[in-house]
């Protein structure tokens, strides 16, 4: 059975580059998980205050019912920590899932211009589609295309 190349599947890398995914990823689960702890804390705060007057009301009319608003506030409690706690690795993951759409256009600019260095002729660089440094690609390729034309032109000429 031959395979076509053209439908071969290709593996989806993740990191592209190491260094700066990383710092992205934490930086944003570090950012977003004390905003989030933040308004939790102030959300648990005035449940708490809450709480606390229906337990010194349920004190005072029915008894039996303090313990129960007691516990009920410890399930929401601990449901909230362990959602919060749940809650950072997945910003983590999604912090490696954004910085890819911005490392791998860096990484391509990084490997044309590294063409280049090397005295490589007719170097273009080509970014997906739907990428939003699109506005790069035309630059750098329009700048590319200049240079060679200037320097077709400055070549002395060799034909004498």
């Known amino acids: 059975m031959s395979q076509n190349k ?11 580059d190491k260094n700066f995914q990383l710092r992205f990823a934490i930086k ?22 809450n709480y606390d007057m ?6 005072i009319q029915m008894p039996g019912s303090a313990e129960v608003l007691i516990q009920e ?6 449901t909230i920590s362990t959602g919060l706690v749940i809650l950072i690795p997945v910003l983590f993951a999604i912090g490696l899932y954004l910085s890819k759409s ?8 990084k490997r044309r211009l590294g063409d280049i260095a090397r005295g490589r002729q007719g170097v273009r660089l080509r ?9 790069i690609e035309v630059e750098f390729n329009m700048a590319i295309s200049r240079l060679e034309s200037e320097s077709i032109k400055k070549a ?3 034909n004498v």
């Not at 053209?6 to 592209?16: A, C, D, M």
Request: glycine share 6%; aromatic share 12%.
């Open 102 to 109: 911005i490392a791998g256009p860096i990484q391509a600019l």
């Open 54 to 59: 229906l337990v010194r009301e349920a004190l």
């Open 156 to 158: 002395p000429d060799t």
């Open 28 to 49: 944003l689960a570090l950012i977003n998980g004390a905003l989030l702890f933040t308004f939790t804390g102030f959300v648990l705060f005035f449940v708490k205050s």
């Open 127 to 135: 970014l997906r589609n739907d990428d939003e440094l699109k506005s």
């Open 6 to 16: 053209s439908f071969k599947r290709r593996g989806v890398k993740l990191i592209i």
């Open 73 to 78: 506030f410890r399930f929401l409690l601990l």
